[in-house]
């Protein structure tokens, strides 16, 4: 906020119920009245609507920087809000957002939903039933696998009800593991109109980056030649020979896929995480199943090529100079911290293939 400028009062931020991930203080079947406690800007009373809800107050955002005058912006393309302590404050300019389908239909195209999850077919009776622990349960399974097999088609978005804390950001972080050409990302329907009521509201969506548009057609010529190669053995290793010939080893370093899958005049210095998440990207281009893996200090990653899935550490080759790490059953050297989460993924790219 601008300097010099003082709210006295405590107020939570309404907008952070609607549009950012679960909050804290919220429940279902709270009460919420409207709020009849003054509000104060440098000593001057100002005009807000304020909710009252399990005890605290909330305003809308837009209302505070209208009153202290900072700018305030919705990305509906990242469903975030962004703030800039610098700028004035603007009234928002917006289109009627498309109705976006909802399996109980609202009229005026809201979104508002009754049930702790919801998805069109129960896909986890397809996939080894040892992978459903903890956090990683059925209802999860089915709201990621629906968005695998809707494929952008525009459905009702499939979605469960998953526990903060630590729970949800698991859940979360699988969706990093598996995200490649396609990142999938947690999001909520921008009409949702009772996200207030469901706060661990969890659903998925699935789209290329705008800016990896160009590092797609970059890398077509090499997924043109690897369409070519006969058992998915030969791809993965071509893949795997292609990567080290735009990347050079370098602990703590990074390249992002727009700066990988471009031209370049040398090889660009880069750690693991960067050779991982390179190799989901061209994996996913391939149409070849793969997702992360994490040890202590180290990740990889795991493709599902003739039917099992191989480990393949293309940093480790590389820095190595031969195919030390490539299509094996098990990684020799690293541990995966986090099993029960790779054996979900598994079964979420190909079901059945852990049985």
């Known amino acids: 906020m601008k300097k010099g400028t003082a709210i006295t009062f405590t107020v939570g931020v309404f907008a952070g119920l609607a549009l950012c991930g679960p909050a804290a203080h919220a429940a279902t079947n709270i009460s919420t009245t409207l709020s009849s406690q003054p509000i104060y800007v440098d000593g001057r009373r100002?005009?807000?609507t304020a909710y009252s809800i399990g005890g605290n107050n909330y305003v809308k955002l837009r209302d505070i920087g209208k009153a202290v005058d900072f700018g305030v912006e919705y990305d509906a393309a990242t469903n975030s809000v962004h703030i800039d302590p610098n700028a004035h404050y603007q009234e928002e300019v917006t289109t009627p957002a498309p109705a976006t389908p909802s399996p109980s239909p609202e009229p005026s195209g809201s979104y508002t939903i009754s049930t702790d999850h919801w998805s069109r077919e129960d896909f986890s009776q397809q996939a080894n039933p040892a992978v459903f622990t903890g956090v990683y349960n059925r209802a999860l399974y089915n709201t990621i696998r629906q968005t695998l097999v809707d494929s952008g088609a525009g459905s009702a978005p499939a979605?469960?009800?998953?526990?903060?804390?630590?729970?949800?950001?698991?859940a979360i972080d699988l969706l990093g593991r598996m995200s490649g050409a396609i990142r999938y990302e947690h999001y909520v329907p921008a009409n949702f109109t009772n996200y207030w009521q469901y706060p661990s509201y969890f659903s998925v969506s699935a789209a290329m980056?705008?800016?990896?548009l160009l590092a797609a057609e970059y890398v077509q010529p090499a997924i043109d030649h690897l369409n070519r190669l006969g058992s998915g053995r030969d791809k993965v290793t071509y893949l795997n020979d292609?990567?080290?010939?735009?990347?050079?080893y370098e602990l703590d370093k990074t390249?992002?896929?727009?700066?990988i899958f471009a031209p370049h005049a040398s090889e660009l210095k880069a750690?693991?995480?960067?050779?991982?998440?390179?190799?989901?990207f061209l994996c996913g281009a391939a149409d070849i199943p793969c997702v992360s893996v994490r040890s202590?200090?180290?990740?990889?990653?795991?493709?599902?090529?003739d039917g099992q899935w191989l480990h393949v550490d293309v940093s480790t080759n590389d820095l190595r100079g031969w195919h030390s790490i490539l299509l094996q059953e098990t990684h020799p050297e690293q541990i995966d911290i986090a099993p029960e989460a790779t054996a979900f993924l598994k079964e979420l790219l190909v079901p059945g293939s852990t049985k």
């Not at 980056?209 to 990896?212: C, G, L, R, T």
């Not at 390249?255 to 700066?259: C, E, L, S, V």
């Not at 202590?296 to 090529?305: D, G, K």
């Open 46 to 48: 100002v005009s807000m």
């Open 159 to 170: 979605y469960t009800m998953v526990a903060q804390g630590a729970d949800y950001s698991a």
């Open 209 to 212: 980056p705008e800016n990896f």
């Open 242 to 248: 292609y990567l080290c010939t735009l990347l050079s």
């Open 255 to 259: 390249a992002g896929i727009p700066q």
């Open 271 to 280: 750690a693991c995480g960067s050779y991982t998440s390179a190799s989901n």
């Open 296 to 305: 202590s200090n180290h990740s990889w990653n795991l493709v599902y090529v």
